[in-house]
């Protein structure tokens, strides 16, 4: 009985243990349950705020590139320095950025895009949040490929009041069928720049040249750099010292063809010793060859042979993938010589490409003449050229056919079209009808009215009676003489807007627009009429008025004339002694707080810039010392101002009237001497020494008119 009790207990126990171990079991699984349950709701909430995030993302992402797109009245606003660019792949034109400087002084930079359809004759402007920042003078070139593309590199921005300016060196590419941006970012790409340009060839974009303005000189670049649209990479082509390639320069014209690029023309300045800056006018042609060579590995970096350089195709290391078979991309520059036939030189004539006829079409420009440092004698053109690319090159002058007269019609004579002359001090035409029509009647060439001027003594004007006007000449629809014209050729039609015309020191940026059709060369035809007047006989110079207003002392000024005639020397040798005592009185210097350093830095930096403020009145400039000028110097240019400003004051007369101008001239000079003492620092921290700020002080501040020193001669 025992035995068998004993076995019942040991049977129930293990009953009960399996009991508990399938219940233990059971407890886990459902805890496996649970929890499986839990971790899914937690994964549907992380599907769900995944969702949310790529949501959210897109939302962001249509916001940046929605593009807005109003019809608008008319050609954008006035402005200069914008790009006007024919589409690839349709029947529109595109005008990208550009600058407008207002009479009170204010600099405006854009970055709106306009579409101009000519079936249609109606503007379209196109604003999208993620777009390249406002600039002028920047480069594009447009692409057929992807539906039609247009990229953008560099230009130029300032502040309001030019106080400060940037360069860019970002890269854009616009899409023309969704009229949407996109930046191009790369490790590699050229340095920052303005006045450049750029031109497809094949599937590569190459872009020559340029200047950059760091506020205390303008450098001029003659770099070469070739961009891959299908590798997305930039590469410069680097040239030997003794290799023949074009000067640096900008403001050119670069050309593509089916054999290379042509190069003409541009602007730079030369810098002498002692001397102030001087603008030069390019008149050079050259033509760059791209030849596409058989693949080959080089243990050299560059292989350069017969004038010219080979680029090795981009390795592994470059791109992440293996291109030792690519072909090898070699650059050649060759000068081509001038023609006996060509345009007088000139600036701001950038050509534009007539690709059905492979021929560049210039209209307009200026050329610039120094006959003395403070004068500059101008001449604005509005003649037509061509430039036919293939071969050797050559120039023919496009003048418009005239119509053919009904007979027994007499014919009446034509009214030349003037290009206008000024000097900008007098404000006076010292030109008149060209010497050079015979010439180009001898090589059977069309020749444009007045393609250069001549004295008065060598052809005077026909008597007013002898010149009637003819209604149907078409010379009388050629658009008014300027520079820094926005040209495009589509199809076979010529489209002119704006540009900039100068009278006197006077600059007005005009915003007509008008069309050719060159497979006719019958008549312009004016789209949009401009709404600038420019006043006949206008006085814009503040030195005239100055003038005038001394004029009016005249009588009372004879017997100072003729004081100062003698006692010139007398009154230098005194500002000279006043220079040394006001020297002396200021060598005790009061120590600053970092406040009053800093706030002192910032006057500074805001007078660098209003010191390169073209819009300044004369009696600003000649009034205000320059960084690095001393007490002498500034009275010896400012002289005549300061007697003036005492004369109007003051009944003393004479010796006395001159101490009391060189008073004020020294008070003056008082006020600014800390800026320009910190004006000095900041021009050594960027590299000028002593001798270079004295040199610029003795070249003194000429107006933009009178010295060739306008922003858009750069």
Known sequence: MAKKKAAASKSSSKALKKAKAAQKIERKEQKTVKKSKGKGKDADDDDDDLEGILEKMRREWEEAHTVTEELVEGPPSRRANATLTACPNGN?????????????????????????????????????????????????????????????????????????????????????????????????????????????FKHYIVLFGGFYDPGITTRYLNDLWVFDTQEYNWRQIEFR?????????????????????????????????????????????????????LPFLSPLPFLISNASLTIPPATESTTGKSKSSAPTLTAKWERRKRPSYAPPVRSGCTMTLWSAKSTGILFGGVT????????????????????????????????????????????????????????????????????????????????????????????PPPPPEELEIDPDDPNLTVPLPRYNTMLAVLRNTLYIYGGIFEKGSREYTLDDFHSLQLDKMERYVCLKESGVTIAEGEESSSDEDDDDDDDDDDDDDEDEDEDRNVEDEEGEDEGMDAQQENAQAEVDVVEQTQDEKDELRNKATAFMGVAKDATRTAEDIISTPLPGETLAMFYARSREHWSGKAHGSSDNRGKQLRRDGFALAEERYASYKPILEEVEKILAEAGLDEEEMRRGAAAGPLSPAASGQSRNRR
Request: glycine share 8%; net charge neutral.
């Open 368 to 459: 610039d003449e120094d006959r003395h440092e403070e004068t500059l004698e101008s001449v604005f053109w509005n003649d037509l050229y061509g430039y036919q690319i293939p071969g050797k090159g050559r120039w023919v002058s496009m003048a418009l056919k005239r119509p053919k007269k009904k007979g027994g019609q007499k014919k009446k004579k034509a009214v030349p079209v003037p290009q206008q002359t000024y000097n900008r001090d007098e404000d006076e035409s010292d030109q008149d009808p060209d010497d050079d029509a015979d010439e180009n009647e001898e090589r059977g060439l069309a020749s444009p009215a007045l393609v250069k001027p001549v004295k008065k003594a060598e052809a």
């Open 92 to 200: 529109h034109l595109w005008c990208i950025g550009g600058e407008f400087f207002s009479d009170d002084g204010k600099a405006y930079f854009y970055n709106d895009v306009f579409r101009y359809s000519p079936e249609k004759d109606e503007w379209r402007k196109f604003v999208s949040p993620t777009c390249p920042g406002p600039r002028s003078a920047h480069a594009v070139v447009a692409t057929p490929s992807g539906g039609g593309k247009i990229f953008l590199f560099g230009g130029e921005f300032s502040s309001l009041h030019q106080n400060t300016f940037h360069h860019y060196r970002d890269f854009w590419v616009f899409d023309i069928t969704t009229h949407s941006w996109d930046r191009i970012d790369t490790k590699v790409r050229p340095s920052a720049r303005s006045g450049h340009r750029m031109a497809f």
């Open 241 to 293: 010292e003794t290799d023949n390639r074009p000067s640096p320069r900008s403001g050119f014209s670069f050309l593509p063809s089916p054999d290379g690029i042509l190069l003409h023309g541009g602007y730079c300045k030369e810098y002498s010793k002692g001397k102030r800056p001087v603008g030069v006018m390019l008149e050079d042609t050259w033509f760059l060859k791209h030849v596409f060579l």
